[in-house]
């Protein structure tokens, strides 16, 4: 795999004058490494494989080279929307806030095209007919979710022969979302005879599998792992039952502008956002249950800073950019250890310092572990001031927390007695 070098400007990356334009618009001052690499190889028309998290610019590594074949071509076929319901470009996505934010990314960098590139966003979870209406004549570019996609296929809106690039945008999150099924079936619909670009955080065995079938001689990218990483991660030890409480402590003592807290539960978000309230602190919540409307709406306000925390389950991980976010926040540690990536990803993005904060009582504390020892990091554990361990903390939990400020006041507290089995101990503190 290919590693990261340093980036070079965007001008002699080759790109043409109205993205060029665009960029320098968007104060865009050099290519982030994935850009760098990305971009010439799209460009030179080669199959591609890319590792890469959010918030590395991974949309603009794909959209721009995409915007400059397709805006070349159709200049040079002299060619406009003539084609019926085509597709050239396909950008297939995850979840339905991610090919809101991709399209909306693409039509940003294509303006200076003045209209000649048409870009379409399809997804569920709002009304099937007036994406119809925007796909009539074809689209030069699409952003889709599978599962809708396939509907307005089947319903005759678009269809999938004449596709030139296919992007599959975090495909590792696709596969894990159960997109399998949906993802065979459209990848059967696309013309043998394409460019076809993955982008993915892990690589799991069913992203292998999908890239051996996919590619052809693909160029491969693996960002250093801290290329993408301008989020300083910081765990803190806390007593079980004492996380709203603690949660509550840190806002008050930092007053972040905004915030943005996971949980693992749909009702654990209102759960959390009633307890807050009861602390004097206003919250919303974003999750699956939510309808579209509502969140697009929530997601507008808290992008807008109208809205200071959002509580919300794994569905805000990925994708979403909300520009500089100055913390996440893990009140409940997300499954997969991939996820954790993704959440902290939120914050800190395109050179940005962000904060990652995780709570961990004894119950998560080796959850925690794995997710470090999968990601290849090792945290220092801290306490909140006001808030220690109390004596029942256990000696593994100590020793883990190594180097760790001595709690004050817990010292001669800690428990004497050996051979007391850490679930003794943890049974007592539950
Ligand atoms: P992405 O990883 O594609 O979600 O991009 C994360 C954020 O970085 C977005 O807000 C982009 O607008 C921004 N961004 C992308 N590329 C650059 C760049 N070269 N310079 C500055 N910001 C960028």
Redesign the pocket.
Known sequence: MTTATTPASFTELALIQPLLARLTE?E?????PI?AQVIPSVLAGRDLIAGAN???????AFALPLLQDIFTQKKAEHSRDSKGNYVTGLILVPTRELAKQVAD?VKSYAVHFNGAIKTVAVFGGVSANTQMLALRGGTDILVATPGRLLDLISSNAIKLDKVKTLVLDEADRMLSLGFTDELSELLGQLPKQKQTLLFSATFPEQVQTLTQELLNDPVEIQLQSDDASTVVQRVFNVNKGEKTAVLAHLFKQHQWRQALVFVNAKNSCEHLADKLYKRGIEAEVFHGDKGQGYRTRILEAFKSGEIDVLIATDIAAR?L?I?KLPVVINFDLPRSPSDYMHRIGRSG???EVGLALSLIDYEDFHHFKVIEKKNKIRLEREQVEGYELDETITQEMLEASKPMAKPEGTGKKKRKKKGLGQSDVWLRNS
Not at 28 to 32: F, L
Not at 54 to 60: H, P, V
């Open positions: 968007l865009y001052q050099q290519p982030t850009q959010t918030g590395s610019g991974k949309t603009a990314s994708g950019d520009e993005r395109a050179g």
